[in-house]
């Protein structure tokens, strides 16, 4: 379709979106972009945060943390370690992860993986953030 891209998000074990949208913004390891259809090409490394894409005027939210994104002038695939829609998070254990993420940061410990702790709180913190979309679109 002109004027569209169509955009698919994979992780190892399965797809979690196959959809034709208007517009996305990913998270770049070097910050936010957007693609509209028409991009030019490119690979793009994907860190930790919100992956959203625009069909029509309504907006649907991802959860992305780390991979892959290519870019081709009508299409966009994800792949990602991890990837959840905003429908699909349980905002309860989210908060609860985030809270088990959070104690772990501020409780010193010399075996403490400093990195992979921050990690853990980068990805909570954007599973409530994403799961909050779904919650004020109900």
Known sequence: MAGQLTLSIVM?????????????????????FGVLPGHTPLLAT????????????EKFYVAIANGFAEVLPDRVTVLAE????AADIDMTRAQAAKARAEERSRTPSA?????????????ANTRVRVARHA????
Do not use: M, N, S
């Not at 949208?21 to 998270?27: A, F, G, K, T």
């Not at 991890?82 to 829609?85: F, K, Q, T, Y």
């Open 111 to 123: 075996d403490l993986d400093h990195e992979r702790a921050r990690a853990a709180l980068d990805k």
């Open 135 to 138: 919650q004020t679109h109900r």
């Open 82 to 85: 991890l990837a959840e829609r």
């Open 12 to 32: 190892p074990e399965r797809e979690i979106v196959h959809e034709t949208v208007d517009e996305i913004e990913l998270p770049g390891a070097e910050g936010y």
């Open 46 to 57: 994907l860190k930790i945060g919100e992956l959203w894409y625009r069909k029509g005027q």
